[in-house]
């Protein structure tokens, strides 16, 4: 209740990805993060402006309710960053990923705890995590799945080929719809992870 706000001590990004999108990860840098919130894509719902069930893309998880011009917002994003400033850790979530049968990797609402568990002890720098090509992801037995029936590949696996063609849509549709007004740090961060999955 300190009328001055409170720190922020971690970002989530999230989607409906049913494929190739693990549990959750956690971005390299501030810069990466905000990169991870443009490329941000989910299963239409309700609140967006399409209907059905195509995986489109949804930047900032507010695709309906971007005002003004998105380059712009992500400098505004990318500016909040300065020395001295301890930024806030960025992560994406992903609690609706489907195994092989079709079934949700994981089993959400009230187990999503176990997975917020992690991302505030990576707050507090603890090591529990190990580098991919999309950012830090939980090493093994550092999620707390007692009780739980779950296959950690299905919700943890990277598929190369489908990383692949995601990223490269994302490049494309970003500057399609930003072009020249993309700012230089995110288009490293989208090249940086497109090689990064090409080394796979």
Known sequence: ????????????????????????YQAYTWAHGVMIGAQVKSEATAAAEFKGRQVMHDPMAMRPFLGYNFGKYLEHWLMLEQPGR????????????????????WPGFGDNVRVIDWALRRCDNEDCAVESALGYLPTKGSLNLSGLNVDWDAMFSLPKEYLLEDIEETIKFLDDQVGSDL????????????????KM
Do not use: Y
Request: hydrophobic letters at 40%.
């Open 1 to 24: 209740e300190d009328p001055k706000g409170v720190p922020v001590a971690a970002l989530m990004f999230g989607g409906r990805r049913p494929v190739g999108i693990p549990l959750i």
């Open 183 to 198: 700012p230089q740090a995110i288009k490293k961060e989208l090249d940086d992870q497109l090689h990064r999955i090409q």
């Open 86 to 105: 301890k930024m806030p850790k960025i992560f994406h979530v992903n609690w609706f990923r489907l195994d092989k049968c079709g079934r949700f990797a």
